[in-house]
């Protein structure tokens, strides 16, 4: 059995040729199942490249210990297709990310990514911004406040009955997963409410873009199985149909929601 620290740089030889292999090249299935088993990451990824063909990879730092590879790197690419709601305007981007990896043999089995969206969709508005959609803002506004007062039925009613949601996450965080209807929706906010007491949701940025609205800022909570808190920075993105949502993502560091949602001393990896 190779040592902790031999693990540890055959992992991070592992990542750099991973960056290789799809920094500015096409990023086919057999390529990104050649180093990608996390499903979540290989959508991911087949998204991103539709958005931004050959889009780059440029790593700047990088740490390894064991079967983890902690990377901060530079997205940069050209947006020609549909993303986040904004037709492709044929800009160049570019945005910061940390990546952290799980490794094993040779195969990148989960990961947690923290991504400058907010800089990114600033790049990619309009030389002549559109008029902002105030109404889906407000509605926003509305679903955020709904939460704050613990109104589940407020906020499954803001949601149309197609409406999914997208929580990435480990399983031993109860309120993530993909779900899709009301019934699963509501579930989603049941278990986030009662599983958490002192939640509170800072916002720092709203952006509009016209059926789309963006959400960024910071979380923090007490899981009550655990008595652990929560501080994550989050990115939340409602798609609009009319006067309801039909799309929501949240993304928060997924390793401190595992971290928080597990007992004991041992954390969860992810």
């Given at each position: 059995?190779?040592?902790n620290?031999?693990?540890?740089?055959?992992?991070?030889?592992?990542?750099?040729?991973?960056?290789?292999?799809?920094?500015?090249?096409?990023?086919?299935?057999?390529v990104?199942?050649k180093?990608?088993?996390?499903e979540?990451?290989?959508?991911?990824?087949?998204?991103?490249?539709?958005?931004?063909?050959?889009?780059?990879?440029?790593?700047?730092?990088?740490?390894?210990?064991g079967?983890?590879?902690?990377v901060?790197?530079?997205?940069?690419?050209?947006?020609?297709?549909?993303?986040?709601?904004?037709?492709?305007?044929?800009?160049?981007?570019?945005?910061g990310?940390i990546?952290?990896?799980?490794?094993?043999?040779?195969?990148?089995?989960?990961?947690s990514?923290?991504?400058?969206?907010?800089?990114?969709?600033?790049q990619?508005?309009?030389?002549?911004?559109?008029?902002?959609?105030?109404?889906?803002?407000?509605?926003?506004q509305?679903?955020?406040?709904a939460?704050?007062?613990?109104?589940?039925?407020?906020?499954?009613?803001?949601?149309?009955?197609?409406?999914?949601?997208?929580?990435?996450?480990?399983?031993?965080?109860?309120y993530?997963?993909?779900?899709k209807?009301?019934?699963?929706?509501r579930?989603?906010?049941?278990?986030?409410?009662?599983?958490?007491?002192?939640?509170?949701?800072?916002?720092?940025?709203?952006?509009?873009?016209?059926?789309?609205?963006?959400?960024?800022?910071?979380y923090?909570s007490q899981?009550?199985?655990?008595?652990?808190a929560?501080?994550s920075?989050?990115?939340?993105?409602f798609?609009?149909?009319?006067?309801k949502?039909?799309?929501?993502?949240?993304?928060?560091?997924?390793?401190?929601?595992?971290?928080?949602?597990?007992?004991?001393?041992?954390?969860?990896?992810?």
């Amino acid at each position: 059995m190779p040592s902790n620290q031999t693990l540890a740089d055959e992992n991070r030889a592992f990542i750099v040729d991973y960056f290789n292999a799809l920094s500015g090249k096409p990023k086919s299935t057999e390529v990104i199942g050649k180093y990608v088993a996390d499903e979540a990451l290989a959508r991911h990824i087949a998204e991103s490249e539709v958005a931004f063909p050959k889009y780059e990879l440029i790593i700047e730092d990088m740490v390894a210990e064991g079967d983890m590879v902690v990377v901060r790197a530079k997205f940069r690419g050209i947006h020609r297709g549909p993303f986040a709601g904004i037709q492709p305007t044929g800009k160049a981007a570019a945005a910061g990310l940390i990546i952290i990896y799980k490794v094993h043999n040779r195969k990148i089995v989960n990961h947690s990514m923290q991504f400058d969206m907010f800089s990114l969709l600033q790049q990619l508005q309009q030389t002549e911004p559109a008029k902002p959609e105030q109404s889906n803002q407000a509605l926003v506004q509305r679903q955020l406040e709904a939460f704050a007062r613990k109104d589940i039925d407020a906020l499954v009613n803001n949601c149309a009955s197609d409406c999914e949601f997208y929580a990435p996450g480990p399983e031993v965080v109860p309120y993530a997963g993909t779900m899709k209807g009301h019934t699963e929706i509501r579930s989603y906010f049941e278990n986030l409410i009662n599983s958490e007491t002192n939640a509170n949701l800072t916002i720092d940025h709203f952006f509009v873009q016209g059926n789309t609205v963006v959400v960024i800022g910071r979380y923090s909570s007490q899981v009550t199985s655990t008595g652990k808190a929560i501080q994550s920075p989050v990115s939340l993105t409602f798609e609009v149909r009319g006067d309801k949502f039909v799309k929501y993502t949240a993304l928060a560091d997924a390793a401190a929601l595992a971290s928080a949602h597990t007992q004991g001393a041992a954390a969860a990896r992810t």
